[in-house]
């Protein structure tokens, strides 16, 4: 039986598995929605795996291209050049737009930068997120930036922190450009339930997991294992508003001796939405 509840689960989290088997299994478990992640699917044709997610009584909750960082990060290396990224960014848009739902959220980030030069990199990001803000609103979709946490610096990320997101989000001032908040990513950000509080209808995503001091830079735990008060700020996100999905991503690189991907998958599913539905309950008090 589907949930109720506002949770969605990222394809990431079931990183082992395919497309098929992702929907298969996350309706079977009770997920309501699922984020596409481009890398699963047919690189021939979409259309007929996105139209089963439908079929399968799921929502798309937002959507992870193959390339969704203006320069290079860990999960796609190639192509080096801004342009030609954004280029990728673009054509996942078009080839996905038709089969979601309108104002679908395509997650962004920018890539670590090049010599350290940040600057040059907020610069850049000030033009090319407009110009992609702007081709997907006229898609009728739109753009959720993630701001990435500290120890991702380097190698996915010239930003920190919801306060930089924010501030970035309003520079570039288009209102299909707003925000992904990954509670893994933000939880450590100064005065973090105030520039919550300042986000208002900028938010567009939740994303959601747990904490321990990682071993890796893919070492995120399942929801009420870790050190995120995940009620408060929830409460907190609830207060703005917002009232679209929360969805659970969850990296867990594989060589890791307690790996997530290397476990009972379908388990990770109930437990988390069992831990979502605890934190939700809690969230309202």
């Known amino acids: 039986m589907k949930s109720p509840l506002p949770f969605g689960v990222s394809e990431f989290t079931t ?8 929907v298969e299994r996350y309706a079977a478990n009770g997920i309501p929605a699922i984020e596409v992640c481009e890398f699963k699917l047919n690189r021939n044709d979409y259309a007929p795996q996105l139209k089963a997610i439908a079929a399968g009584g799921l929502t798309v909750s937002s959507v992870q291209s193959e390339v969704h960082s203006l320069f290079p990060d860990s999960l796609a290396p190639q192509p080096t050049a801004p342009d030609d990224r954004v280029a990728h960014i673009k054509k996942a848009i078009a080839r996905i737009a038709p089969h979601v739902p309108e104002r679908t959220p395509f997650v962004v980030i920018t890539g670590a930068a090049p010599g350290g030069d940040t600057a040059a990199v907020y610069q850049k990001a000030l033009g090319a997120f407009d110009d992609l803000a702007t081709f997907a609103a006229e898609r009728k979709m739109r753009l959720a930036y993630e701001p990435l946490n500290p120890v991702l610096f380097n190698t996915d990320t010239a930003l920190w922190g919801l306060d930089q997101a924010l501030e970035l989000v309003r520079h570039v001032g288009h209102e299909a450009f707003g925000l992904c908040v990954d509670t893994w ?3 450590q950000t100064p005065a973090l339930h105030d520039v919550l509080g300042a986000c208002g209808d900028r938010i567009f995503l ?5 904490w321990h001091r990682p071993r890796s830079g893919a070492d995120r735990i399942s929801l009420g294992d870790g050190e995120i008060d995940n009620t408060a700020i929830m409460r907190t996100i609830r207060a703005t508003g917002y009232r679209g999905p929360y969805v659970l991503e969850i990296f867990s690189g594989e060589s890791l001796p307690d790996s997530i991907w290397r476990s009972d998958l379908d388990v990770t599913l109930r437990k988390n939405l069992d831990a979502f539905a605890r934190t939700w309950q809690a969230s309202e008090r």
């Open 15 to 22: 990183w082992p598995w395919s497309f098929e088997r992702d």
């Open 185 to 187: 990513n933000v939880f």
């Open 206 to 210: 939740v994303q959601v997991s747990d």
